[in-house]
């Protein structure tokens, strides 16, 4: 069983303002942001190589 949800509503509304946005970048648009923090905070918690990231995190 995946545990997503790690960041918090609450939290991420003071985390989302200060990531960077897409607006006036040219090329791809940036990966969702709280998913990629997400896959941050499960590969440091189980202490897992980013190789064995679970597919959800993409």
Do not use: Q
Request: charged letters at 35%; a neutral charge.
């Amino acid at each position: 069983m995946l545990r997503t949800g790690v960041i918090s509503d609450e939290l991420w509304e003071l985390i989302e303002p200060e990531l960077p946005s897409h607006v006036g970048r040219r090329g791809r648009r940036w990966r969702d942001h709280r998913l990629v923090l997400e896959a941050i905070a499960w590969r440091f918690r189980t202490g897992s190589p980013w190789r064995d990231l679970p597919e959800e995190f993409g």
